[in-house]
């Protein structure tokens, strides 16, 4: 037989004696096939040709490589999103950490000022005054717990997620 004739996989078939399964192109289709190629025997077991049998899978494998082309596009919005995800979230913690601190320092004046109302003036404030003077300072603690609160959030979301079970029944 001439070598130059046979394909590298009916090569192996004929050097090798086995059967082979293999994927592989048309030269002259160029279409993608599914083959096993296998010895043809005669009576006495010897080999006398080289038989071939395979299915067209081209339409599959275009499709897979749609497939695998739409998973990178898809993987790379993923990746996109998720950055613009992560530059958001550290935009919404600078601002927040900045709001509260910018937000604590009137309100310490407010709970400063109206101590000192307390501890110098509280004999003398006529009652309705000194209940106002209460309402102010008792909401300014109010509204600095909330700032409080605010940077706690803003600390949250550059700590690692914990996870652990809880008893939803408890």
Known sequence: YK???WSP??????????NILCEEMG??????YIAMKFLLRDDVGEPYALGN?????TDRKQAEEKIRKLNAELEQRVQQRTAQFEASNRELE???YSV???LRAPLRAIMGFSSILFEDFSDILPP???DYLQRV???ARQMDRLVLGLLTLSRLGRQEITRRWVDCDS
């Open 53 to 57: 049998s395979s299915i067209d899978i």
């Open 9 to 18: 996989n009916e090569r192996l078939v004929i050097e090798s004696g086995e």
């Open 100 to 102: 509260s601190h910018d």
């Open 27 to 32: 030269q002259t289709t160029g279409k993608t």
């Open 94 to 96: 600078a601002f927040t």
């Open 137 to 139: 300072h008792r909401n």
């Open 128 to 130: 309705e005054a000194f």
């Open 3 to 5: 070598e130059d004739l």
